[in-house]
């Protein structure tokens, strides 16, 4: 039998901590390994598989593109990707217009950087503490946390950091050099920590009075994972740009940079080999039409109601808090999380860390009750 995970240490770059499991097939919120048993995926991809594993329309839409046209440059023009792109200037808000297609949520947001920069002729932007836009050098000069910078500096220059929620602290920093204010709506990575609603409203004044943009991060809260479409809605925000990515294709890698009318980037001053290829964009066309004929908006508010309902009705003396919006939850604990991750998996729940001491729950939204209760009691079984 191949020892797949000797083949992967042996060749693969040792970046990541691996878990003690061999991921062959998934169906709905369920991964099998080599032998046949299930996990329940309360981490769905790091937010990527929304619609759970091998969804049917999906792998039907993705066999049917495979087998018409597979990639095409975007010198030339392209049916299913122009469909794409109206059908996401339609889903996104309003104001939103153009779509710039990539591969990925660190393309999407490098994109931006440099939209904004090219649109305001200013060089310099405001990002949150704690937030995290991705691992390419713009990106990750984006991003606050240390451990993810340090190794690669100097970055691009011109970053500031302010802590989330604290609007005085963002008026004292955004002057007339300053072409954006990037925000999460929820941080992710940062431990599941929502923005105010009357914090993300002064954002929005300020950039208008000072000249910024604002770049909205909804890479990880897109596509229903926070009861809305876009978590823009439960803020009534309308942004300059908006990033998205991980759950638009399913499971397909694409990401898009979408932004208002305003904008004017001709030709030659960015671009990207695969991005927009028919075979992704067919995926999310058929991702997007699962979200809205499923209604898994309003199935990720109520799953994440039931979920939180039943996390509260256990004796959890481990944990300090418990933060949601949707079906994005994190559970702070009085400990590191990673001790408690392991335990979990040992009991066939798959989970992810979000900074060293909150355990985040992506399930994919197709997740059954059955199934979150299944996950409640191991969570009971490991922080009682």
Not at 146 to 153: D, G, H, L, T, V
Not at 165 to 172: G, R
Not at 194 to 220: F, H, K, M, T, W
Not at 347 to 362: H, K, Y
Request: one cysteine or more; hydrophobic letters at 40%.
């Amino acid at each position: 039998m191949t020892d797949y995970k000797a083949l992967e240490q042996q060749y693969g770059l040792d970046l990541y901590p691996k878990r003690d499991l061999i991921a062959v097939r998934g169906e709905g919120a369920l991964i099998y390994n080599e032998k046949g048993e299930a996990y329940i995926d309360c981490a769905a991809g790091i937010g990527v598989a929304s619609l759970g594993h091998s969804h049917p329309k999906l792998v039907a839409a993705i066999q049917k593109q495979a087998a018409t046209l597979i990639t095409c440059p975007n010198i030339l023009y392209n049916d299913v990707r122009s469909e794409l792109l109206k059908k996401l200037v339609e889903v996104t808000p309003a104001n939103l217009t153009q779509a710039y297609l990539c591969n990925s949520g660190t393309e999407a947001n490098e994109a931006a950087l440099k939209f904004a920069r090219l649109h305001t002729g200013r060089p310099n932007f405001i990002t949150a503490m704690r937030g995290f836009h991705g691992r390419t050098m713009g990106s990750v000069s984006a991003t606050f946390t240390k451990k993810y910078r340090e190794a690669f500096e100097p970055l691009v220059p011109g970053f500031d950091y302010v802590p989330l929620n604290k609007i005085e602290k963002l008026e004292a920093v955004v002057n007339d050099k300053t072409a954006a204010v990037m925000l999460e709506l929820v941080q992710g990575e940062g431990g599941v920590n929502p923005s105010q609603v009357d914090y993300v409203a002064a954002a929005r004044e300020l950039c208008n009075e000072r000249g910024a943009l604002l770049i909205i991060d909804e890479i990880q809260t897109g596509f229903c994972r926070t009861g809305k479409f876009f978590a823009c809605e439960h803020f009534d925000l309308q942004p300059d740009i908006m990033t998205i990515a991980k759950a638009m294709g399913g499971g397909i890698p694409i990401g898009a940079t979408m932004l208002s009318a305003d904008f004017n980037v001709g030709p030659g001053l960015h671009g990207t080999t695969f991005g927009g290829n028919p075979l992704a964009c067919a995926a999310a066309l058929a991702a997007i039409d699962v979200y809205q004929n499923e209604d898994l908006a309003n199935r990720a508010s109520e799953l994440g109601e039931y979920f939180e309902t039943r996390l509260k009705e256990k004796e959890l003396s481990q944990v300090r808090a418990i933060r949601r919006l949707g079906l994005m939850i994190g559970i702070e604990l009085k400990q590191k999380a990673q001790e408690k991750l392991t335990q979990m998996l040992d009991n066939r729940i798959i989970a992810l860390p979000a900074g060293a001491n909150v355990i985040r729950m992506l399930p994919p939204l197709v997740i059954e009750k059955e199934q979150i209760d299944r996950v409640v009691e191991v969570l009971q079984e490991c922080l009682a």
